[in-house]
């Protein structure tokens, strides 16, 4: 029988490296999302509300179509 598999321990783990991909993924799929004009929604004190483009490319520093803001 074959002797179960050991998760490694926690030491071992980045944790700082996994939010900073996980942070990377999100804008990733919210910047994709604005470009084709989509709302996205999200929780924000128990409520769902729903983010409009300009709203998603103001978070992250750019203007209202998505470009860097000159400057």
Known sequence: ???P??????NLIDHA?????????????LLE???MGRSVCESRDG???W???AEI???YGLDEN????PG
Do not use: N, S, W
Not at 5 to 10: F, H, I, K, S
Not at 17 to 25: P, T
């Open 51 to 53: 983010i409009a483009p």
């Open 66 to 69: 998505g470009r860097p803001k």
């Open 47 to 49: 409520q769902v509300v």
């Open 1 to 3: 029988m074959a002797e």
């Open 17 to 29: 490296a996994i939010d900073r991909l996980h942070y990377l993924a999100t804008k990733d799929a």
């Open 5 to 10: 598999a050991t998760l490694p321990t926690a």
């Open 57 to 59: 490319f103001a978070r």
């Open 33 to 35: 999302h604005a470009r």
